[in-house]
């Protein structure tokens, strides 16, 4: 069963991206009113901002934690042009100090020359690397030399994608057998680049990214993408947020052994999905990549899911106040009892609490301004 609740967050503006961290028991906010909170939920259940300070001169689109054995590390980007790393420290220097936590700006990434739409930490496995994409249509893929010092971030890979970047994700996959591997979104309004999805791999000969494929078919503005958790497949599942909801499986192509170039990948689209009728903003998965969730302008989030033969369908529908849509009957939408049993196979039942409140984002700072203008945000979570 899912369950609505309310938090008064405070933000002075619209919240444009909250996320979980790894256990999903902290959560940041990020909001045009040019501040992140960060908030920790206590022994019975409750949220408590425990953070909350100004990071940028804009608006702040994007806020995203590091793996945990990096320490407690968030980094966040902004209209302003830049991105930065923040790092919490617990006071010992006092008595007065002894015990309490403060954040505290490890770095500014100032490459860019217009916004940065989105930044994301890469899989623990590759080190702490972090990667930003521009209005201007490059990505940028940072390294920390030395974990400890969190004030040293090198750039190691400028990539141009000729289309005003909007979106970027890691493909989580830690096997041998696949390259480290990104895709990255655009919300360019040329219509004269048809491919709005791009795939972007490491090659060991060159050092350096190159362009895998694109995504023909994907010709709308995208807001979002996020690959599925990689739990030993041999192909990846990427999931897509523009004008419909869509699941695309991408194949590794055999190489040739006198190949040097990027894997060729077979691509297939295994689901679309209509049903919002209007813009998705949001695509999440959860942990097994069992489920998927999105919200749109239709002021809902909808979860789907993929029976034994791999035909997706919506598994459940929850409205903007977190209760279930109503049909035509006048009765509420069931939630089918496989969803909550799919989120439950996660790492805890807080991965399905993340996955429906990351899924939305920006649906619900653009979509609910009545929530977010008085100061409201809205969990979905299991029991």
């Known amino acids: ?75 966040s980007c902004s209209f302003d042009r830049t991105a930065a790393v923040w790092e919490e420290i617990v006071g010992e220097s006092n008595d007065k100090q002894r015990g309490l936590s403060h954040w505290i700006k490890r770095t500014t990434l100032v490459d860019s020359r217009t916004s940065v739409t989105d930044v994301k930490f890469a899989p623990k496995h590759m080190g702490l690397m972090l990667t930003t994409c521009s209005a201007d249509g490059v ?18 890979h400028e990539i141009s994608c000729k289309l005003s970047c ?12 696949h390259q480290p591997m990104f895709a990255v979104g ?19 000969n060159t050092r350096k990214y190159a362009k895998a494929e694109t995504l023909m078919t994907v010709t709308d ?16 599942v990427l999931a897509i947020a523009t004008k419909d909801v869509r699941i695309f499986k991408l194949v590794p192509m055999r190489k040739e052994s006198a190949s040097t170039g990027p894997t060729k990948l077979e691509v297939q689209i295994v689901a679309q999905f209509d049903n919002h009728n209007s813009q998705v ?11 998927l969730a999105s919200s749109g302008d239709d002021g809902c989030v909808r979860l789907w899911k993929a029976n034994y033969m791999d035909n997706w369908k919506c598994t ?5 106040d977190g209760s279930p849509l109503t049909g035509s009957s006048g009765q509420p939408t069931a939630m089918s009892t496989v969803v909550g049993s799919s989120v439950q196979t996660s790492q805890n039942a807080l991965n399905g609490m993340s996955l429906g409140f990351r899924a939305c984002g920006v649906g619900c700072a653009v979509v609910f301004v009545y929530f977010f203008k008085t100061f409201f945000l809205l969990i979905f979570f299991s029991f």
């Not at 009113?33 to 689109?61: I, L, R």
């Not at 990505?139 to 190691?156: C, F, G, K, T």
């Not at 903003?281 to 489920?291: D, E, P, Q, Y």
Request: charged share 20%; net charge negative; hydrophobic share 35%.
């Open 316 to 320: 459940g529908i929850l409205k903007g």
């Open 186 to 204: 655009s919300d360019d309004s040329n219509v004269t680049y048809s491919g709005k999805v791009q795939i972007y791999e490491y090659n060991e």
């Open 139 to 156: 990505v940028r893929i940072y390294e920390a030399p030395d974990v400890m010092n969190l004030s040293q971030w090198s750039l190691q």
């Open 1 to 75: 069963m899912f369950v609505a609740r309310s938090i008064a967050a405070d933000h002075k503006d619209l919240i444009h991206d909250v996320s979980y961290d790894f256990h999903g028991r902290r959560m940041a906010t990020c909001s045009s009113d040019q501040s992140v909170k960060v908030w920790d939920k206590s022994e019975n259940g409750e949220w408590h901002c425990t953070a909350s300070w100004k990071t940028h001169s804009g608006s702040v689109w994007r806020v995203t934690w590091a793996h945990p054995e990096f320490g407690q590390v968030l980094a």
């Open 281 to 291: 903003w949001r695509v999440s998965w959860n942990i097994t990549s069992t489920l």
């Open 221 to 236: 503005a995208v807001h979002d993408i996020a690959f599925a958790p990689n739990l030993g497949r041999s192909f990846h």
């Open 166 to 177: 909007s979106c970027i994700s890691w493909n989580p996959s830690s096997s041998r057998a």
